[in-house]
């Protein structure tokens, strides 16, 4: 047995031997074939490195033929100071600027020291001011005007620059404005301009201004500077210059993978706020589309807001007693449409009260819940409820077959999301000769409002003139200016009506049967003089017993009358502090400074409300020429104030 060990042992031994040889050249092999497969994959990587130069620089040549072909296209050019008037290129359009309205927009960009990005926002700056201030066309075919007043007071609020660190202002005023495009083109051979600068997008016109003065050129016309190293190498070889470029060419892909990763986290948030909430109706993603209208459908999307106006009583219970009061004589037998549908429930009155058919029509993912109320509520066969956009959807009327258009279009101040136009389209495509809107009537209401003072009759800024016996005046005249007075937002709010202080104005009546889309932007004339008992006590001063007014403040009547066929049951609500109070509240526009009113004088205005450019479904409201007639010479001061509702 041991032998057999032994000899077992001895032949394992020998080919143990024999293998050493044989592994030494595998491994060998291994090692040639390891160096062979190295330097073909050296070779494929400078061959896809190769390849990726000439496909980055087909690309880069693509583009800049693009950019050229897109500059050379004619196009229309509105000019900035005459509304209407549109040119085939910006240098024109800026041309007629400079000789007939005195702006010249590329020295007025060197004379405040303006970068790119500064210039984008003076741009926007004045064509949504120009916007505010136009007076609409008096007739059909006309261009607006634009006051010279304004203009001056226009050219005046951008020589204070307080636009200038607004972002809001890097977003187009006119959606695609082809001046915006031609702005390097434009400032090409100033040696100040870049649109490359070192700052941030959001850095602001002063900083870009300032960084751009007194530094070498290579600096500020470089996207992102590259380390002194790499610069160094730059300017002694090709190849540092090539590590250069491609060093730039990642900074600004890293800057583009920022933004779509921002572009993706928002829109992840706004999936989450439809997915997170047990109180939303997922919207359809078929009908979802990024525009201005996008968020204000979705929003309609929650049953909240559905709730808060059923539960509205002035307001449903008037609609339901416009329809079913008025039954016998605008709806039994009838086609009515229902523009905005939103749950159904002004049409299920309109079914209830004898309509034959019945069309609803709305956007938001709220639809189809509309219809199933109408299938449980045993209106399927008579009530048809249709998703889509008014100006787009095709509904099952022929053109002038509805007899009767009813909505409840009406938001904040009367005008905000806009949605009156929507209907006035619906009116010219699908109602008949002769047929009503209701509410057929809708009247702006202003009045004036003293804010409550303080315990003790002080105002809340008076708190510095007496600190424990010490005055602290020295921090009353650092207060922010907007917490002074003025501030370009409104507020919406519940208001106390003692603390109304004038009569009702009402300034201006929509008539929904016979108005046009461009008469939804108004501009009217309003008077406020103090309501009867408002008189305040005499203050010792002057005053007179003057109240202080502090806000206008704007609300709205609807009316479903006897003109547009409701002769059995006119109904009227108001949304003013006086009255039971609405979903809609009254809107607070505060002004920049108190307002002495006293008994026989009259506080005189004009009310203009406008469709934002930008966003429609947000409004400009201004308050014109504000001054105190029959007051003293400082009352009689004429000032003009705006706010953007957003």
């Known amino acids: 047995m041991r032998g057999r060990q032994k000899k077992t042992s001895e032949a394992v031994s020998m080919r143990g031997r024999q293998k050493e040889p044989m592994e030494k050249k595998a491994l060998e092999d291994m090692q040639e074939r390891g160096q062979q497969m190295s330097m073909r994959g050296r070779q494929r990587e400078t061959a896809s490195e190769a390849a990726d130069a000439a496909e980055e620089r087909a690309w880069e040549e693509q583009q800049a033929n693009d950019w050229e072909d897109w500059l050379e296209d004619d196009c229309d050019v509105p000019c900035i100071f005459t509304p209407g008037l549109t040119f085939p290129r910006a240098e024109a359009a800026l041309a007629h600027d400079r000789e007939h309205n005195g702006f010249d927009l590329v020295a007025t960009r060197a004379a405040l020291g303006l970068d790119f990005y500064g210039t984008i926002r003076m741009v926007n700056f004045l064509r949504a001011a120009v916007a505010r201030a136009a007076v609409p066309a008096a007739e059909k075919g006309q261009r607006p005007s634009l006051p010279a007043a304004e203009a001056a007071r226009i050219v005046a609020d951008l020589s204070a620059k307080t636009w200038v660190a607004d972002d809001a202002f890097l977003k187009p005023t006119l959606p695609d404005d082809p001046l915006l495009r031609e702005l390097g083109e434009l400032g090409a051979d100033d040696e100040d301009w870049s649109d490359d600068s070192d700052d941030d997008v959001h850095g602001g016109a002063g900083a870009g201004a300032g960084a751009g003065a007194g530094e070498d050129e290579s600096k500020t016309s470089q996207p992102s500077a590259p380390p002194p190293a790499a610069a160094a190498a730059g300017a002694s070889s090709d190849g540092g210059e090539l590590a250069q470029l491609r060093a730039e060419n990642d900074a600004l892909r890293a800057r583009l993978s920022e933004a779509g990763a921002a572009h993706a986290s928002a829109a992840k948030l706004v999936k989450s706020l439809f997915e997170e909430d047990e109180k939303v109706v997922v919207p359809d993603p078929a009908f979802e589309s990024v525009d201005n209208d996008t968020y204000y459908f979705s929003s309609y999307s929650n049953l909240s807001i559905h709730r808060e106006m059923i539960e509205d009583r002035v307001r449903t219970d008037s ?20 523009v905005g549908c939103g749950t159904g429930i002004l049409s299920l009155f309109a079914c209830r009260a004898g309509a034959k058919k019945v069309v609803g029509v709305d956007m938001s993912a709220m639809a189809p819940v509309a219809q199933a109320n109408a299938n449980a509520n045993g209106y399927g066969g008579v009530m048809t409820v249709v998703r889509g956009k008014v100006e787009d959807v095709e509904l099952p009327l022929a053109k002038g077959e509805a007899d009767v258009i009813i909505s409840e279009w009406m938001g904040y101040a009367l005008l905000y999301e806009c949605m009156l136009e929507t209907v006035l389209v619906a009116r010219e495509r699908w109602l008949k000769p002769g047929g009503v809107v209701l509410p057929d009537v809708t009247t702006v209401v202003i009045e004036g409002l003293e804010a409550p003072l303080t315990p ?20 009353k005249a650092k207060v922010p200016a907007r917490q002074l007075g003025h501030s370009e937002e409104t507020d919406v709010k519940v208001l106390d009506p003692e603390h109304i202080v004038t009569g009702r ?26 309501r009867d008992g408002a008189e305040g006590a005499d203050d010792g001063g002057g005053g007179g017993g003057a109240r202080r007014i502090s806000s206008l403040i704007v609300s709205f009547d609807t009316h479903f009358s006897a003109e547009a066929g409701c002769v059995e049951t006119p109904v009227t609500f108001k949304t003013d502090a006086a009255s039971t109070p609405t979903h809609w509240k009254q809107t607070v526009l505060k002004l920049p400074q108190e307002v002495l009113l006293a008994r026989g004088l009259t506080l005189r205005g004009r009310l203009s409300i406008k469709r934002a450019p930008v966003n429609p479904r947000e409004i400009l409201i201004d308050v014109l020429d504000l001054f105190v007639e029959g007051g003293t010479a400082e009352q009689a001061k004429r000032v003009s104030v705006h706010w953007h509702m957003k």
Do not use: H
């Open 319 to 338: 609609y339901r007693r416009a329809i079913e009061g008025n039954a016998a004589a605008l709806f039994k037998g009838k086609v009515v449409l229902d």
């Open 505 to 530: 104005c009402e300034v201006q009546a929509l008539k929904m049967c016979t108005m046009t889309i461009p008469e939804v932007d108004f501009v009217a004339p309003f008077a406020l003089t103090l």
């Open 456 to 475: 003790a009759g002080r105002g809340t800024l008076d708190f510095w003139d007496d600190v424990y016996g010490f005055n602290f005046s020295a921090v």
